[in-house]
């Protein structure tokens, strides 16, 4: 796929409308895709017994 093609596409995917957005919200525009893909996650994610936290990941 050329660079021209594939800026035509990323320009023109949208999952939410631009009028209805909320200014200043960061993610408004692909918040309906972040809310569907963390349901989704929270949805298959079962932590087992032992659970490791990387030291780096705790602010």
């Known amino acids: ?8 596409l990323l320009r023109m995917l949208h999952f939410n409308n631009n009028e209805t957005a909320q ?3 960061r993610l408004a525009k692909i ?11 929270q949805e298959l994610m ?5 659970i490791v936290i990387d030291e780096t990941l705790v602010p």
């Open 31 to 41: 918040q309906p895709l972040v809310d569907i893909l963390q349901r989704k996650f």
């Open 23 to 25: 200014r200043g919200d």
């Open 1 to 8: 796929m050329s660079r021209n093609r594939y800026q035509l």
């Open 46 to 50: 079962y932590p087992g017994e032992d």
